[in-house]
């Protein structure tokens, strides 16, 4: 990424970013807990589902646009449709992009705090942790100066070098942590829940938390990869580009479920924990591993990391905005969002028991997520506005744009597309907006 408007200085170096993007805390923190949340193994491969049949033709979808208009999501769409009301859509994704920076900082935070927490052999208290409020909003504060600060002064040198190293050293980790979690008494019971679907589980609500987590976790229906995008050359390939994203972070995914349930069940605990799972089941398994809370001090440093290259990516939407349409400068535009983003999170910050009111804010009805605030946002962003924006965006580029011209455009450095042509034609216009429509009617209760 670029402090100005430029292209990718490799195709490496786009990969890492938009994987950068697309790995954060919504596979290691979000993934397992909706999984817990949805039944298990039958909501797993709902999801891996729609990473393939929607996630990825749609990622092709994104990418293509911002690379023919080399925009921002808003200007993007007024390259081609000047002045039209379909704009919406890229302002809808601007402000996406500020209501999950506003809930994921949040949990940022959380995940900073514990890197000390463990490197002090104080692993357990999650609840006093998360309702001390001046501490969580410290953190919160501290995160998202930090994001700030990098966006602030382009990303290529620090935050690139250091996660083309520390990735892959998360990977590691996985693994190792897979072995381990298995090798508990009483973990089979949890590989079961995870991996043997019992499909009486799958609801209205289970579908569209699939789908919302699918386009949450490969960081689309907000115009980023519409952004990330329009920093690309011609000659890169964008679907061998969206496959490499699509499998890393899924693989990444499965990898954090597999070490959550079985460690899990063998702890005698509850799927159905909601946001804290992840921050109470890594801490105990780490307080039984000999030296783990050394292991569990750099595990958490290492998902801060993952969570940064995140919410860099989700800042620099709005900040890109402002740029390129709104000619701010971008040094002050930086600090403006930020800002403004924290002003926005503190009732995410509160609502996990610090403050009664935002803990149990329960605005958006019982049955569709949980009342405290920031399950609340995470729902309305992180799940419906994503939905809803790539409903609109693959409707703007099948047929305001048009299939054609879009098919051109992703053909161009990537010549093996011409023989899915004609099917990712019929995706983008027909398949991803009529399945994404049904799930929100359903959301609304229209078939119930
Ligand atoms: N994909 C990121 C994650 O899984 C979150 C994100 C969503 C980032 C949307 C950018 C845009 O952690």
New binding site residues.
């Given amino acids: 990424m670029q402090t100005e408007r430029g292209q990718w200085s490799s195709k490496i170096g786009f990969i890492f970013a938009a994987a950068g993007?697309?790995?954060?805390?919504?596979?290691i923190w979000?993934f397992p807990y909706v999984v817990g949340e949805n039944g298990g193994a039958a909501f797993v491969l709902l999801y891996i589902f729609f990473v393939i049949v929607i996630g990825l033709p749609y990622m092709f979808a994104e990418l293509a646009l911002g690379r023919s208009s080399q925009r921002n999501p808003v200007g993007a769409i007024d390259a081609i449709k000047p002045g039209s009301t379909w704009k919406w859509a890229g302002y809808l994704g601007v402000l996406t992009?500020v209501g999950?920076l506003s809930f994921?900082g949040v949990i940022a935070g959380w995940t900073v705090g514990y890197i000390y927490k463990m490197a002090v052999g104080n692993p357990g208290g999650f609840n006093e942790y998360i309702s001390d409020p001046w501490l969580i909003i410290l953190l919160f504060a501290f995160f998202i100066a930090l994001t700030a600060l990098i966006v602030h002064g382009g990303v290529e040198g620090g935050i690139e070098r250091w996660s083309k190293i520390l990735m892959p050293v998360l990977l590691i980790l996985l693994i190792s942590l897979i072995i381990y979690s298995n090798t508990l008494e009483g973990s089979g019971k949890g590989l079961a829940f995870y991996l043997k679907p019992d499909f009486s589980k799958i609801t209205g609500k289970t579908i569209l938390a699939a789908l919302g987590q699918a386009f949450?976790?490969?960081?689309l229906g907000?115009g980023?990869m519409i952004t990330y995008g329009s920093y690309l050359s011609k000659k890169e390939n964008i679907i061998s580009g969206a496959i490499y994203i699509g499998m890393f972070d899924t693989l990444i995914a499965i990898m954090a479920g597999l070490i959550i349930f079985p460690a899990l069940f063998a702890m005698g605990e509850s799927p159905e924990a909601g946001p804290k799972l992840v921050f109470v089941i890594f801490p105990k398994l780490f307080a039984q591993m000999p030296g783990g809370l050394i292991v569990g001090a750099f595990f958490f440093i290492l998902l801060s990391v993952a969570?940064l290259t995140?919410t860099i990516?989700?800042l620099e939407v709005p900040v890109a905005f402002m740029v390129d349409e709104k000619k701010a400068n971008r040094k002050r535009i930086v600090w403006i969002v930020a800002a403004l983003t924290f002003i926005i999170g503190i009732p995410s910050a509160l609502s996990q028991g610090a403050s009664d009111f935002f803990t149990n804010f329960g605005l958006i009805p019982a049955r569709l997520t949980s009342p405290d605030f920031l399950s609340q946002m995470s729902f309305v962003f992180g799940d419906f506005s994503?939905a809803f924006g790539a409903f609109i965006l693959s409707i703007f580029i099948g047929w305001v744009w048009g299939a054609n011209k879009a098919s051109d455009e992703i053909q161009t450095g990537a010549p093996g597309f011409s023989k899915i042509r004609p099917l990712w034609i019929f995706m983008i216009r027909f398949f991803i907006p009529a399945v994404v429509f049904i799930i929100l009617l359903n959301l609304f209760g229209v078939f119930d």
């Fill in positions: 993007s697309a790995i954060g805390l919504g596979n979000r992009g999950i994921y949450f976790s490969m960081s907000m980023l969570a995140s990516s989700l994503l």
